[in-house]
C-alpha cells in the first residue's frame, strides 16, 4: 500500500519568514495530493491540493509543487504570520474521494 | 458553509465498555469515511463507505470494531469492548461528486476517546 513521508516533524520560524514542508510517497499510482491544517483540538482543514496533471499550484501565500518522476511534493508557506502555527498534514491517494495517506505531520511554530 | 457533524465531541469509558460515535456528512455527500487519529500521528482510514455500500474496510478491527450507514446518510462508528490502545481522536470525513470529477475529503470535528 501507499507510504507517505513528511520532514521535518517540527519547524519553527521567524513571523515573515518562509516555511517549506516536503513529503514522499511510494505509490507511483497516486494522483492527488491534498494537504490539511490542523489547529489543536480541530478538525483537519484542506488548505491547498494538487493533482498529478499540474505541476504547481499557488492560493495566496500558500503554494505546493509535485515531482511525479521523484514522487515527492511540497508546501511552501510565504510570510508566515502568527495565525499559521498549527499542525500540517500532506497525503496522498489514486484520486479525490478515494482512500487518503497521510504524512505524520509537521508542527509548525511561527514566532512573532 | 456545510460542515461534517460528529457526536459527541469527548467520550471517556472504561475498558471493556461498549462505545458509539456518530456522523452526519454533509448534505449530499455520497461518499463517508472514518479515520482514527492517535495524538502525534496523521489520521488513517478505518472504514470507506459509498452510500451505504463497504467500499474499504481493511484496516478496521472487525473483532471489536463495527461501521454501518444504513440510510446511506448518516453512520454509526460502534467500539465493543473498549482496549486502552483505542484512545485516540475518531474523525469522520464526507466527499461528494462536481459531475463527474470526485471531490476531496472534508473532516468532521472528531471525536476524541479516552479509555480508562
Known amino acids: 500500500g501507499e507510504n507517505v513521508e513528511q520532514h521535518p516533524s517540527t519547524l519553527s520560524v521567524q513571523e515573515g519568514d518562509s516555511a517549506v514542508i516536503k513529503c514522499t510517497y511510494s505509490?507511483?499510482?497516486?494522483?492527488?495530493f491534498p494537504w490539511y491544517k490542523q489547529e489543536l483540538g480541530k478538525r483537519p482543514q484542506l488548505i491547498i491540493d494538487?493533482?498529478?496533471?499540474?505541476g504547481e499550484k499557488k492560493d495566496q501565500r500558500i503554494a505546493v509543487t509535485l515531482n511525479k518522476t521523484a514522487k515527492h511534493f511540497s508546501l511552501h508557506i510565504t510570510e508566515t504570520q502568527p495565525e499559521d502555527s498549527a499542525v500540517y498534514f500532506c497525503?496522498?491517494?489514486?484520486?479525490?474521494?478515494?482512500?487518503?495517506?497521510f504524512g505524520g505531520g509537521t508542527r509548525v511554530l511561527v514566532k512573532p | 458553509e456545510a460542515e461534517v457533524a460528529q457526536s459527541p465531541r469527548y467520550k471517556i469509558t472504561e475498558k471493556s465498555q461498549a462505545v458509539a460515535f456518530w456522523c452526519d456528512p454533509i448534505?449530499?455527500?455520497?461518499?463517508l469515511y472514518w479515520y482514527r487519529q492517535i495524538l502525534g500521528q496523521g489520521p488513517e482510514l478505518l472504514v470507506q463507505?459509498?452510500?451505504?455500500?463497504?467500499?474499504?474496510d481493511s484496516q478496521l478491527p472487525k473483532d471489536r470494531f463495527s461501521a454501518e450507514r444504513l440510510k446511506g446518510v448518516d453512520s454509526t462508528l460502534k467500539i465493543q469492548p473498549a482496549e486502552l490502545g483505542d484512545s485516540a481522536m475518531y474523525l469522520c470525513?464526507?466527499?461528494?461528486?462536481?459531475?463527474?470529477?470526485?471531490?476531496?475529503?472534508?473532516f468532521g470535528p472528531g471525536t476524541r476517546l479516552l479509555v480508562l
Open positions: 497525503a496522498a491517494s489514486m484520486a479525490a474521494g478515494n482512500k487518503l495517506t
Open positions: 470525513a464526507s466527499s461528494g461528486k462536481t459531475g463527474l470529477l470526485k471531490e476531496t475529503q472534508y
Open positions: 448534505s449530499g455527500h455520497a461518499t
Open positions: 494538487i493533482r498529478s496533471n499540474v
Open positions: 505509490d507511483s499510482a497516486s494522483n492527488y
Open positions: 463507505f459509498q452510500d451505504e455500500s463497504v467500499v474499504d
